[in-house]
Nanobody, 121 residues
Framework: QVQLQESGPGLVKPSQTLSLTCTVS??????????CNWIRQSPEKGLEWMGA???????LYSPGLKSRAAISRDTSKNQITLQLSSVTPEDRAVYYC?????????????WGQGTQVIVSS
């Protein structure tokens, strides 16, 4: 069973870049049709899909975040990362990574526990 664990700083200052890591276990991020997604949740916006990286390394972004978000992976560590630049207090949310095992249009079958991010000076 694929398991995911998010990690990163809980507090980031405005205008800085947020960097989060998702460590995947129980399966390889290069397994065909596996996609790892970044999703965040806030009281104001609800659940918001941010982007994903596929098993072949292709990357998908939400149009609204594409200019600030960067997703990458380290296959040797079985990790994916999210960098979000120029953060503002509106980026305060719980950030999740979630796995799709049957392509980018399939259900999110595994979720990490989430990591809270606060943007404040």
């Amino acid at each position: 069973q694929v398991q995911l664990q998010e990690s990163g700083p809980g507090l980031v200052k405005p205008s800085q870049t947020l960097s989060l890591t998702c460590t995947v276990s129980g399966g390889s991020i290069t397994t065909p049709y596996h996609y790892c997604n970044w999703i965040r949740q806030s009281p104001e916006k609800g659940l918001e899909w941010m982007g994903a990286i596929g098993y072949s390394g292709n990357i998908l972004y939400s149009p609204g975040l594409k200019s600030r978000a960067a997703i990458s992976r380290d296959t040797s560590k079985n990790q994916i990362t999210l960098q979000l630049s120029s953060v503002t207090p509106e980026d305060r949310a719980v950030y999740y990574c979630a796995a799709q095992l049957r392509g980018p249009f399939s259900d999110f079958e595994s979720w990490g526990q989430g990591t809270q991010v606060i943007v404040s000076s």
